[in-house]
């Protein structure tokens, strides 16, 4: 229990594949061997395991399927990032039509090797969620359940 006592929390909106939603507060890892700080919401998506914990805002705690989540919505923050990633980062825009008809428009951040930096390159990655942006949200998104997506760079 007592890494449960020791999670950072996120609040966080998360749409099933059916369409409905949740909200509560993701647990994130205090720290992780990827980088200094606290573990990212698109690190414990891709992590094995077919769960996640989900603290609801009335109390009690929630067991997510990440296979039936199709969306995890939370404010956008500026993650601290080596610089030298960021500028060799190439950003597109892309619309994402997901099945159960939602659509996300928002930027992504590719750090792909050359000349593999087509959105569809980007797409084909093994990972099973991505983030997209804007200036409010950051999206993790399931591949799984994206239906098609349009490029707009």
Not at 17 to 28: K, M, N, Q, T
Request: aromatic share 8%.
């Amino acid at each position: 229990m007592t890494d449960w006592l020791s999670t950072q929390r996120l609040q966080a909106k998360v749409t099933f594949a059916e369409g409905y939603s949740i909200e509560g507060d993701l647990h994130l890892q205090p720290s992780t061997a990827l980088h200094q700080g606290v573990e990212t919401p698109l690190e414990m998506l891709n992590r094995p395991e077919d769960f996640f914990a989900m603290t609801l805002p009335f109390g009690g705690v929630t067991l997510v399927a990440k296979a039936q989540t199709a969306l995890v919505a939370c404010p956008s923050v500026i993650p601290d990032q080596d610089p030298e990633r960021l500028a060799a980062a190439k950003s597109i825009f892309l619309e994402v039509e997901l099945a159960g008809g939602h659509e996300v428009r928002g930027s992504v951040h590719l750090e792909l090797p050359q000349p593999r930096t087509r959105a569809m390159d980007f797409m084909n990655i093994a990972h099973r969620f991505f983030a997209m942006s804007d200036d409010e949200t950051t999206w993790y998104v399931n591949r799984s359940l994206v239906r098609q997506v349009f490029p707009r760079d």
